[in-house]
């Protein structure tokens, strides 16, 4: 198991971080709010904590705290689009039940 | 399924509390909305994939309305309901619209009011409510885009923008549902694209050449802060005037007559803009044209050529460099970078010449016509709470001197032009009268010394001044302009704290040409400035020696005075009554000092009586201490 990314996520990702100038990767979790209980964390890092996990996709670092591992493992991070609207989606096998627009979730 | 953005490390939001910021680039010929996302600003399209905007708004006789690309067509069509550029109408009046000498097709509806309405099939529309229609559209953009609702918007403004303009842009975005964080200079975003901000301390230059207008400003960046030093430009020149340039030589070289059709010269005028883009990226390019007759006609313009063509036009532009310079008081040495914004700057021959004047290579790299906007957004993304570590303040500057009427007509500045904003300043006046209650306050924006020739702004009355003699009343007037440019003053009598304030909203406002000309006349007509203030204070003086000569003699004239003597004093007074009207102030001068002598005994006796007066039942030894 572990973190993937897809390949137009991957290429944004690249992108966005090239742009910013710093940064060693990309940090995913998961905290405690939203209207279903738990919501995504999708930040650029800067740096690394002991008890982080690095997965490498891509060539792209994506990092995750061991918490925030327990509801992500196994999810797959895509970059896609709605009419105007484009952004990065959280495909997570763990979710059993997501509030209307998808941005909180229950496991 | 949600579409989420990276966001800066510790700054990711709650779900549905994401701080959604756009910046917009309200401008006269395009409008482009731009945003923060994960990180990178960029522009937003729309579905056809378009960033630009035409800033153009076609009525409907069903009450509904195109906007942009759509409503382009009928500007040709249906001119009268379709409207263009209507930022040039931003917070002015009629008279103000009407002498820009820009021909106008619309009607405009006769009303009280000194907001100018535009009659169209949909009904009748204010500049405001127009530029609140192009809003619209980007807000929908931005929200279509963005996933949410907005949180707030930047919206930026031309550097020279008064504050009925200012204004006139807050209200459209309001009336389009927008909460507008702050109204932000265009030079100044500008700079904020190309991260100037965060280098080090410097001056730089905005060099803007856009489809009909000309803006340079030298911005300042001081401990973290941006200033804008001085601005200057032509609202009469752009893009439009090199293609007409080569117009005037492709009709010289095929030899079409001047008087041309309407129909001839916009096809002239798009084959003159392909030329013109063509010659950015090659060395030569051949113009093809059909005739009226249906002959054709060819030619060949060089990169060369076309460079003699537009030589003058870009020499007329660093004119006002060389203005902005002289007045930010820089020299050309001190300049560290020069940013080039508009569509126009694409043409190497100016990157060229501006490069050779300012002695140093511009900035290109980022689209020129999307600049602006991109500054814009992520000055919108810092306000809205993005970007923790990242407090940016900027700063502006008055385009003119901000002051009051006093005594005789004259111009009593209270904040000087080129002051960076937000500022406070305060001055004290006082009353001219004995037991004068009131105070008018004329609120006044200009550079000249005689307030006919300057703008007014507003009028408010301080009352409930408690009597005193002339000249003893404190009266503190306070001017502050706030970080959008808009100005408030405020009047308080300090030793009775009486207080009135006006919030200065002035139905409309100043136009760029006439800031410049005023500016111009202020420099032209310094000398004859300088007589006429010299003129104004004799005659003001005049009339306070006249006033307290006739109350004294109303007082005690007959008692202390020789028939002989009231019968010179009279002379002199009907003498400097005479020489006042006058424009002589030498000569009001000498009347004034005559009548001082004439009345030098009287004065004296009258002082005497005052003494013995005071002094009437008290003792020498009483005043010796």
């Known amino acids: 198991m572990g973190i993937t990314l897809t390949e137009p996520a991957a290429q944004h990702i690249r992108a966005y971080l090239e742009n910013r100038g710093k940064g060693i990767g990309l940090r995913l979790g998961v905290k405690t709010s939203g209207c279903s209980g738990m919501a995504y964390v999708l930040e650029f890092a800067d740096e690394l904590n002991e008890e982080d996990q690095v997965f490498e996709d891509h060539g792209i670092k994506v990092i995750v705290d061991p918490k925030s591992m327990i509801y992500l493992d196994g999810t797959e991070l895509d970059f896609g689009k709605e009419g105007l609207n484009e952004g990065f989606q959280f495909n997570n096998p763990n979710v059993k039940d997501a509030c209307g627009c998808g941005e909180s979730f229950t496991v | ?625």
């Open chain 2, 1 to 625: 399924m949600a579409l989420l953005q990276i966001s800066e490390p510790g700054q990711s939001t709650a779900p549905h509390e994401h701080r959604l910021a756009v910046g917009i680039d309200l401008g006269t010929t395009n409008s482009l909305v731009a945003t923060v996302r994960s990180g990178t600003a960029e522009t937003l399209a729309d579905e056809q994939g378009h960033h630009t905007l035409p800033s153009i708004v076609h009525y409907l006789p069903d009450g509904g309305c195109k906007v942009g690309h759509e409503a382009r067509s009928a500007a040709t069509e249906d001119p009268q309901n379709t409207i263009v550029s209507v930022k040039r109408m931003m917070g002015r009046g009629l008279d103000d619209i009407r002498a820009t000498g820009h021909k106008l097709p619309y009607e405009f509806v006769q009303t009280d009011s000194a907001v100018p309405r535009i009659k169209t099939a949909a009904g009748e529309f204010s500049a405001v409510e127009i530029s609140a229609d192009i809003l619209k559209v980007l807000k929908q953009r931005a929200e279509a885009s963005l996933g949410g609702e907005l949180k707030g918007v930047v919206i930026t403004v031309p550097a020279y923008f008064d504050d009925a303009q200012r204004q006139s842009t807050k209200d459209a975005a309001t009336l389009a549902g927008l909460n507008v964080m702050r109204l932000l200079n265009e030079p100044t975003a500008a700079a904020v694209a190309y991260g100037l901000d965060h280098g080090a301390e410097g001056i730089h230059v905005i060099y803007d050449l856009g489809g009909g207008t000309f803006d340079v400003s030298i911005l300042r960046l001081h401990k973290g802060v941006f200033e804008v030093l001085a601005t200057a430009g032509d609202s009469a020149l752009g893009g439009d005037d090199l293609d007409k340039a080569v117009v005037d030589w492709i009709m010289q070289q095929a030899g079409i007559a001047d008087d041309v059709g309407h129909h001839q010269m916009r096809r002239l005028m798009r084959d003159a803009n392909t030329a013109k883009e063509a010659l950015t990226e090659s060395d030569s390019t051949e113009i093809t044209l059909e005739l009226d007759d249906g002959t054709h006609w060819q030619g060949n313009l060089t990169r060369e050529q076309f460079n003699e063509l537009v030589d003058p036009l870009i020499k007329k532009t660093l004119a006002p460099c060389r203005r902005t310079i002289r007045d930010a008081g820089i020299t050309l040495d001190e300049i560290s970078e020069v940013v080039m914004v508009g569509g126009s700057t694409r043409v190497p021959r100016v990157r060229e010449k501006v490069g050779e004047f300012f002695n140093t290579q511009p900035l290109v790299d980022i689209d020129p016509d999307k600049v602006v906007a991109i500054g814009a957004g992520i000055q919108a993304d810092i306000l809205a709470g993005n970007k923790p570590d990242d407090e940016l303040l900027l700063l502006d500057v008055l385009p003119l001197s901000l002051g009051l009427e006093t005594m005789g007509g004259l111009m009593e500045k209270v904040i000087n032009r080129n002051t960076p904003i937000p500022v406070s300043r305060a001055q004290d006046f006082t009353t001219f009268k004995d037991g004068q209650t009131a105070m008018a306050i004329h609120v006044i924006q200009g550079e000249r010394e005689l307030i006919d020739d300057n703008r007014s702004l507003a009028r408010f009355e301080l009352r409930g001044i408690p009597a005193m003699v002339a000249g003893a009343a404190r009266i503190r007037v306070t001017y502050q302009v706030d970080a959008d440019g808009l100005l408030s003053v405020s009047a308080r009598e300090e030793t009775s704290g009486v207080e009135s304030s006006i919030q200065v909203k002035p139905s409309y406002g100043l136009t760029d040409e006439e800031i410049t000309d005023m500016l111009k006349a202020s420099m032209s007509h310094a000398q004859e400035d300088v007589d006429a203030r010299g003129l104004r204070e004799k005659q003001v003086e005049a009339d306070r020696v006249l006033e307290a000569i006739n109350s004294a003699v109303a007082e005690d004239g007959a008692a202390l005075l020789s028939d002989a003597e009231r019968s010179v004093i009279d002379a002199a007074i009907s003498k400097l009554k005479q020489t006042r009207e006058g424009t002589d102030s030498r000569a009001i001068k000498q009347a004034i000092d005559e009548l001082d002598k004439a009345t030098a005994d009287y004065a004296e006796r009258r002082m005497d009586a005052s003494i013995n007066k005071a002094m009437a039942g008290h003792k020498i030894e009483e005043f010796e201490n």
